[in-house]
């Protein structure tokens, strides 16, 4: 009913009210004329009409990257790098130099279209890391995402590919959270935590008894500090996986005098077979000589493994280490006795803007580029889940190593025999344990004795006649 109408239907009622109530009164009048008119009270309604103004829902974006190949003007990618970090500051830049070595290689295009990067730089902060990504798939286009920041950051990025459904690559962020879910458009080339955490345990299971005494340990000396707490949490977890007896011991540092440590090595009723050191800088240098001067050596019947990088700085390695023949050292990344045409290449690039060999995150920014164009070269349109499709079908060599994906949608990992992280997972990363066999060795000379898929020596490391 309308505003109008019912204001008339209002008053037409009013009036009919009101002559009631005269004729009424009259007769009351005529019988008695001491009775007093009802008082009759009336409520007018008004009905006020106002025009409602709904605002459109907005729009959501929309990745903006062409469907077929035959649409594209150019192909870019997209990368974000955590270069105002300080702390992460000269990984970010070796990063950064491998993307631009990788642009470098693809200058003349890519079927005749030519190959832009873009990064942008969160700092690591999960919202801006996520705005960011939004921004390469929306505006400039990215037909998929290098990610090399820390485990947050890269979560909040893997919730925008996932709903974008573009192809995301990590190259840093080691967190097995981060594929444990199989999201479909999340790919890692950076080793997993776990597949770290288990290289001391699972060389030493190879190499066996080294002492031949009948018994297998393993000692620990880690520094006091959170680096230190995590190396004693994964060796406690990983040797009693492989059934391995494990002492630790715990330094302080600062630290030049590592005498009480080395005494307690020397008292132990059991010869180690292997003694980690978990010591960073130069201090940790300076246990491992005072350790060899002390007679706990490889001819004695411990090996000395370094996990340090320091100790593959050569100049800095002997000067402390005069001693260090039969040294083994841990390093994750390819090595000059693992290369390549494809890591040539790159480490002589890399070598025009820092002369030391690369990281192992260097290797990896290079790398995911190629990647993805070798994808975008395979996949069957530029949709993101069909280069998703042609990421998981990778077989090809670059600079890092041969790169494929065994675990994806066509043969998931089931949590039991494959752990869940492998989703998506590059298995066999170059994580090595290298060795000095003379005295001033030059590190690049080293050779690779585990694992056997990289190995470049006879076997683990021979045992002692």
């Not at 990257?65 to 790098?81: D, K, N, R, Y």
């Not at 960073?280 to 493994?305: H, N, S, Y």
Request: hydrophobic letters at 45%; one cysteine or more.
């Amino acid at each position: 009913m309308s505003g109008r109408l019912l204001v008339k239907v209002i008053f037409t009622t009013i009036g009919l009210v009101g002559l009631l109530a005269l004729f009424g009164g009259c007769a009351v009048e005529r019988t008695s004329q001491a009775a007093a008119a009802p008082v009759v009270t009336v409520e007018v309604t008004r009905v006020v009409l106002r025009e409602l103004v709904v605002p459109a829902t907005p729009t959501p974006p929309t990745a903006c990257s062409p469907e077929q190949l035959a649409q594209a003007e150019e192909l870019v990618i997209g990368a974000l790098l955590p270069l105002s970090n300080s702390p992460q500051w000269p990984s970010a830049l070796g990063m950064q130099t491998g993307l631009n070595a990788a642009a470098e290689m693809l200058a003349s295009g890519v079927g005749g279209l030519p190959v832009r990067l873009v990064t942008y730089d969160p700092g690591d902060d999960p919202a801006r890391a996520a705005q960011m990504a939004e921004m390469l798939i929306t505006e400039d286009c990215a037909l998929g995402l290098i990610v090399g920041l820390n485990e947050e950051a890269s979560g909040a990025v893997r919730l925008v590919s996932e709903r974008f459904r573009k192809p995301m690559l990590v190259i840093a962020a080691d967190a097995p959270s981060l594929t444990e879910g199989q999201p479909s458009t999340v790919f890692r080339l950076a080793p997993s935590a776990p597949m770290v955490a288990r290289m001391p345990a699972s060389w030493l299971a190879e190499v066996g008894d080294y002492n031949n005494d009948g018994a297998l340990l393993a000692v620990l000396v880690a520094e006091n500090s959170p680096a230190g707490d995590r190396a004693v949490a994964e060796g406690e977890e990983w040797f009693a996986q492989y059934k391995i007896e494990l002492a630790v011991q715990r330094v302080d540092l600062p630290a030049a005098d590592f005498s009480p440590q080395i005494a307690r090595l020397l008292s132990m009723d059991t010869v180690p077979d292997a003694v980690f050191v978990s010591i960073a800088g130069d201090a940790g240098l300076d246990f491992q000589q005072q350790m060899l001067e002390a007679g706990i050596r490889p001819e004695k019947g411990t090996l000395a493994v370094m996990r340090n990088q320091r100790a593959l700085d050569g100049p800095a390695f002997w000067s402390r280490v005069p001693s260090g023949a039969g040294t083994i050292v841990e390093r994750q990344g390819p090595w000059p006795a693992t290369q390549n045409a494809g890591t040539e290449a790159f480490a002589s690039r890399y070598a025009r803007v820092n002369a030391r060999w690369p990281e192992f995150s260097s290797f990896l920014a290079h790398d995911a580029v190629l990647l993805l164009i070798d994808a975008i070269g395979r996949a069957s349109s530029l949709r993101g889940m069909d280069l998703v499709k042609a990421l998981e079908a990778s077989d090809v060599e670059l600079a890092a190593g041969r790169y494929s994906f065994p675990y994806g949608s066509a043969q998931p990992p089931d949590g039991q025999a494959t752990p869940e992280h492998f989703w998506h997972q590059w298995t066999n990363p170059p994580l090595l344990y290298l060795r000095y066999t003379q005295e001033l060795q030059d590190p690049a000379q080293l050779d690779v004795v585990w694992p056997d898929i990289y190995r470049t020596t006879a076997g683990p490391v021979e045992r002692l006649p």
